[in-house]
T-cell receptor, first 115, second 114 residues
Framework: GAVVSQHPSRVICKSGTSVKIECRSL??????MFWYRQFPKQSLMLMAT?????????EQGVEKDKFLINHASLTLSTLTVTSAHPEDSSFYIC???????????FGSGTRLTVV | AQTVTQSQPEMSVQEAETVTLSCTYD???????LFWYKQPPSRQMILVIR??????QNATENRFSVNFQKAAKSFSLKISDSQLGDTAMYFC???????????FGPGTRLSVLP
């Protein structure tokens, strides 16, 4: 089946530093990648949509200069949290349409803790 | 904008029993897609079942079935013969057009008790 490999699964960083999260589609081409954020005991909220070779589209209230998204190839999309602060601590999940009929695949998520 | 509501934050059911999770949504669109996703403690999102709004027949997948009431904008999930492995967060989700993002409800935490 379709697989999206997301790394790292868990990261702790110091306040003010940057963290890069990668989502790689292993057996299909992901022309579009969706990035969601899930705070503890809450639902998944869409942060941004990235399309291969073009700029990402950010949801209202999401700072594009803080959450940098790069989708340079059909198999790799990255989310970089710049100048991270404790309030950025959350669970980040990527999702891509995988080419099956109505098929979507989720990454396994990244738990980010900013200390 | 589409919204999804799940009115039951938590539910519990005895093993082997049947449980129904509720979901309502708000949209002005006529064609769309509805999903139930399961998120176990591992936090991996797992598709449980999907319904296309243009289909009147309710979707079923083994022990999982839905009651799709389009006019009422209701999309409930029935789990039959509940198993301990069904313990998880369940999210109802809406998608306007295939290829777009999901809009998730707040989730229902289901506990299956031995």
């Amino acid at each position: 089946g379709a697989v999206v490999s997301q790394h790292p699964s868990r990261v702790i960083c110091k306040s003010g530093t940057s963290v890069k999260i990668e989502c790689r589609s292993l057996d299909f081409q992901a022309t579009t990648m969706f990035w969601y954020r899930q705070f503890p005991k809450q639902s998944l909220m869409l942060m941004a949509t990235s399309n291969e070779g073009s700029k990402a589209t950010y949801e209202q209230g999401v700072e594009k200069d803080k959450f940098l998204i790069n989708h340079a190839s059909l198999t790799l999309s990255t989310l970089t949290v710049t100048s991270a602060h404790p309030e950025d601590s959350s669970f980040y999940i990527c999702s891509a349409r995988d080419g099956r009929i109505y098929g979507y695949t989720f990454g396994s998520g990244t738990r980010l803790t900013v200390v | 904008a589409q919204t999804v509501t799940q009115s039951q934050p938590e539910m519990s059911v005895q093993e082997a029993e049947t449980v129904t999770l509720s979901c309502t949504y708000d949209t002005s669109e006529n064609n769309y897609y509805l999903f139930w996703y399961k998120q176990p403690p591992s936090r991996q999102m797992i598709l449980v079942i999907r319904q296309e709004a243009y289909k009147q027949q309710n979707a079923t997948e083994n022990r999982f079935s839905v009651n799709f009431q389009k006019a009422a904008k209701s999309f409930s999930l029935k789990i039959s013969d509940s198993q301990l492995g069904d313990t998880a967060m369940y999210f109802c989700a809406f998608m306007y057009n295939y290829g777009q993002n999901f809009v998730f409800g707040p989730g229902t935490r289901l506990s299956v008790l031995p």
